[in-house]
């Protein structure tokens, strides 16, 4: 399976150089924009909703290495909600039934 990556960026039409500036990847239900911020010139941001983040700094003006990173950094944090979401499981099933009191 392949993730989707695709320059969604807004350009004005007097812009004469037209780089990118947000890209979305779509790995498969979860989308994620890798894009840049007018309060964060000199680097790369991170956004996911699903996820719950919000202009994490990438640290890194490169676009290559700011889709690398963003990679690696929505991997861990899919590793960390996996680990909550089984917790969670394994106490719902191992919890009797559950009365109005919550006891």
Not at 66 to 79: D, G, N, Q, R, T
Request: glycine letters at 4%; one cysteine or more; charged letters at 35%.
């Amino acid at each position: 399976m392949k993730i989707k990556i695709c320059d969604i960026s807004i350009h004005s039409q007097r812009d004469t150089e037209r780089k990118p500036n947000i890209i979305e990847i779509d790995s498969g239900g979860i989308k994620f924009k890798v894009h840049r911020h007018i309060y964060y010139p000199d680097t790369w941001l991170l956004s996911c909703r699903r996820m719950g983040i919000e202009h994490e700094n990438l640290k890194t003006y490169d676009l290559p290495e700011a889709l690398e990173k963003a990679k690696m950094f929505i991997l861990s944090a899919i590793e960390d909600e996996i680990a909550v979401l089984k917790q969670a499981k394994e106490m719902l099933e191992e919890s009797g039934q559950v009365d109005e009191d919550g006891e």
